[in-house]
């Protein structure tokens, strides 16, 4: 069973990730849930919106990614996860997102640390003269 991806950020930003990792990857529609948090909405109904989506979403493990540690998002999000069957990583970007789709069948602590290192190995000054060679965000 594969883990689903809980995106939860400020408006626009989880919507916005999951259309760049609906381009990279057409086929994780179902497989990404958003929930953009607008400007001065109470935290109770955010956490009432987050947990009727993950409750449509049956079972499965839950990786689900944030923002901004301390923020409404994360805090919310806090809320929801039991460390058992689902895990919380903040400072959520599109490395992180990318290689966590590709990487969703693998235990949930597996999938944690491959989208750890999504993230910071997607974060590196590029000098042109001297650039590195691509690398893949995917396994081939």
Not at 15 to 31: S, Y
């Amino acid at each position: 069973m594969n883990t689903r991806l809980f995106i939860i950020a400020h408006a626009p930003l989880a919507h916005a990730l999951r259309e760049c990792a609906l381009h990279v990857f057409p086929d994780c529609t179902d497989e990404v849930l958003v929930l953009d948090v607008p400007p001065q909405e109470p935290p109770e109904l955010t956490l009432a919106a987050a947990q009727a989506l993950l409750a449509s979403q049956g079972e499965a493990p839950v990786l689900v990614l944030t923002d901004v540690l301390g923020a409404t998002p994360c805090n919310v999000a806090q809320r929801l996860v039991d460390g058992r069957r689902s895990r919380l990583i903040a400072g959520v970007n599109l490395p992180m997102l990318l290689r966590a789709w590709c990487y969703r069948a693998e235990p949930l602590d597996a999938l944690v640390a491959r989208a750890l290192a999504g993230a910071t190995q997607g974060v590196v000054l590029v000098d042109p003269a001297n650039a590195p060679p691509p690398q893949p965000i995917c396994p081939p």
